[in-house]
Nanobody
Framework: VQLQASGGGLVQSGGSLRLSCAAS????????VGWFRQAPGKERECVAA????????YYSDSVKGRFTISRDNAKNTVWLQMNSLKPEDTAVYYC????????????????WGQGTQVTVSS
């Protein structure tokens, strides 16, 4: 599975962005997909994850109520809608796929996209 993350950019505080994660190579219908972010000098953290049938979702406390993860398996695409963005949301955002379990642990994920930069100005 190859993952392509896109949609990042520069936005003012309070603004919105929608990230997309498109899969190719094979269907990722059976995979949990997570969105992770890594800011300079910080560890990579999972901000959201969605199970393969969208039954389960996970949000970190830092984004709960502001970010929404969704997927369309027919389009092999997962989105992360980010609203009310804050400067502390500035990071490189990655999408990743996990075949075996629903988790927020980065070490469990099998496939990773290349990352897209999100910068939120104050």
């Amino acid at each position: 599975v190859q993952l392509q993350a896109s949609g990042g950019g520069l936005v003012q505080s309070g603004g919105s962005l929608r990230l997309s994660c498109a899969a190719s190579g094979r269907s990722f219908n059976s995979y949990t997909v997570g969105w992770f972010r890594q800011a300079p000098g910080k560890e990579r953290e999972c901000v959201a994850a969605i199970s393969w049938q969208s039954v389960r979702t996970y949000y970190s406390d830092s984004v709960k109520g502001r970010f929404t993860i969704s997927r369309d398996n027919a389009k092999n695409t997962v989105w992360l809608q980010m609203n009310s963005l804050k400067p502390e949301d500035t990071a490189v955002y990655y999408c990743a796929a996990d075949l075996l379990q629903f988790t927020e642990e980065a070490t469990s994920y099998d496939y990773w996209g290349q990352g897209t930069q999100v910068t939120v100005s104050s």
